[in-house]
């Protein structure tokens, strides 16, 4: 009988859980308890922030693993010579995508907290990648103009200060994805693009119309993650 198992998403501002039964589950960090968590034979999680959950998920439940970025795993070798440094939601992504394309040139843009890219080749090899800041760091970067609005409805030019501030940050993301877009598929014309996160399907329309939405690709590798695993 095989074990059951629940992958856990913890991110900068919430928390996402499936079962390898069940829909996607998610809770802002504030409002997540563990007593949300369905029992299970095995959990295994991936965390960028708040060690004090994960410490709280290892003491109520027992086998739980949580993940590291590694050098090499199955087909993936990272590009980075110390895989501590690069997010651990990044080596699961990457890990994601290549269960959804296996032998393709990718480049994976998860807009979240920040907004990341990573290229890898169809051999397996990282090429590396790119950090920008996410819509709410830029929304709040600029003292005078800040806001804390993750609203996104234009990003034409503006009449008045308050609009040009949201909309100018609104094409500035928009604009940095279709240029390292653009820029991938030059260089590797029939590579996949895969994109995840959580504006994503507020702009996807303002996005070339080939690429791939694939929510939750952090899950997706945690669950290839422990498949190869075992």
């Known amino acids: ?65 949580e993940v590291q970025s590694l050098r090499e795993f199955g087909k993936l070798v990272l590009s980075y010579d110390k895989p501590s440094g690069l997010g651990v939601d990044r080596f ?12 393709k040139d990718l480049l994976i843009i998860d807009v979240g907290s920040a907004i990341t890219f990573d290229v890898i080749k169809s051999s397996g090899h990282h090429q590396g990648g790119l950090i920008m800041p996410g819509l709410k760091a830029l929304r709040l970067s600029f003292k005078k103009f800040s806001t804390t609005s993750q609203t996104l409805e234009s990003f034409s030019i503006k009449s008045n200060t308050k609009e040009a501030w949201s909309s100018g940050t609104h094409a500035m993301i928009l604009s940095s994805i279709n240029q390292q877009i653009n820029d991938f598929k030059l260089k590797y014309p029939d590579g996949e693009v895969l994109i995840s996160g959580g504006i994503v399907k507020e702009i996807l329309k303002d996005l070339p119309k080939s690429i ?5 690709l952090v899950l997706d590798g945690l669950e290839s993650y422990s498949e190869i695993v075992g």
């Open 1 to 65: 009988m095989s074990q059951s198992r629940t992958y856990i998403d913890i991110g900068n501002s919430a928390v996402k859980w499936r079962t390898n039964e069940s829909e996607v589950f998610s809770k802002n960090i504030d409002g997540f308890s563990i007593k949300s968590l369905p029992s299970s034979d095995v959990f295994w999680i991936s965390s960028v922030a708040y060690p004090e959950t994960v410490n709280s998920i290892k003491k109520h439940f027992t086998n739980v693993h």
């Open 92 to 103: 699961l992504a990457m890990l994601g995508a290549q269960l959804h394309f296996p032998d």
């Open 212 to 216: 791939n939405y694939i929510d939750n």
